[in-house]
């Protein structure tokens, strides 16, 4: 028996990611998740507000051009909140509907203080960090596991989701011909 920290995001209820839950859930695990919410830089993938492409003048002043890049900075916070508290209670479900216990909470969009702030509702004995296929992982980028790993002293354990055909690079032609 243990007690088992896992930290994910849009990678809950993947594949690769339950079987590690289930041969824990096995060994008598109980689980804590903490979903870090994705800040919305990293959901958009670009600002649309800006000069035209005429090279016109915008018809706002400058402060609405603030209060406007407010609300919507507001509103996609909310919404990467929303979709983080979905996937905690669809993860909690899928977790107790294997025979196991688990609990959680929606973190900081930092994972590494996310990380930190669940720390409070340690003991733990393992992290799991599940993440993104590598290609797309700005969290192997940026070398969370190991950084939890020294932080807290905890092994860590990586799962790196697998690629769907959506995520692979486009087959290179064969310059034979077909």
């Known amino acids: 028996m243990g007690r088992c920290l896992i930290v994910a995001n849009q990678t809950l209820g993947g594949e690769l990611l339950d079987r590690q839950v289930q041969r824990r859930i096995q060994r008598g695990a109980e689980f804590f998740i903490v979903v870090p919410t994705t800040a919305p ?11 035209p492409v005429d090279g016109g003048l915008l018809a706002y002043t400058t402060s609405e051009v603030f209060e406007e890049d407010e609300r919507r900075r507001q509103a996609a916070v909310l919404e990467a909140r ?20 688990a609990h959680g909470v929606v973190g900081h969009d930092d994972p590494t203080v996310a990380v930190q702030e669940a720390m409070e509702h340690g003991p ?18 940026m070398d969370l596991p190991s950084r939890i790993a020294r932080a807290t002293g905890i092994p860590v354990t990586t799962v790196e989701a697998e690629p769907d055909d959506r995520d692979a690079p486009p087959d290179e032609p064969d310059p034979d011909g077909p």
């Open 82 to 101: 929303q979709r983080a508290e979905r996937r905690l209670d669809k993860m909690i479900d899928r977790v107790r509907s294997l025979g196991g216990d």
């Open 41 to 51: 830089e990293h959901e958009t993938a670009a600002w649309a507000l800006g000069f």
């Open 124 to 141: 733990f004995d393992e992290i799991i960090v599940s993440t993104l296929p590598s290609r797309l992982s700005r969290w192997l980028r």
